[in-house]
C-alpha cells in the first residue's frame, strides 16, 4: 500500500525515531513503512492519523498500484 508518511513527517519536523517513539514502534518499522515494504495494523495506521490529526486515507492510499 503506497503513503505518505515521510511527507506528513517532514510537514511536521519529526525523524523517524521520534515517529517511532511517539507511535511506541521501532525506528526499521517506519523505515520499512516509508518504503512501503510493511503495511501496519490499522491500530497502527489509527495512531498515525490522530498524531498528524488527518484521516487515514489522507496517509495511506489503498488501491492505487495494488
Given at each position: ?24 514502534v521501532t525506528r526499521q ?38
Amino acid at each position: 500500500m503506497k503513503n505518505k508518511l515521510k511527507v506528513f513527517r517532514a510537514m511536521n519536523d519529526i525523524t523517524q525515531e521520534g515517529l517511532a517513539e511517539k507511535l511506541g514502534v521501532t525506528r526499521q518499522t517506519i523505515i520499512a513503512i516509508e518504503k512501503d515494504k510493511y503495511d501496519p495494523s490499522l491500530s497502527l495506521a489509527f495512531k498515525m492519523a490522530r498524531l498528524f490529526q488527518v484521516k487515514i486515507e489522507d496517509i495511506f492510499l489503498y488501491g492505487e498500484g495494488e
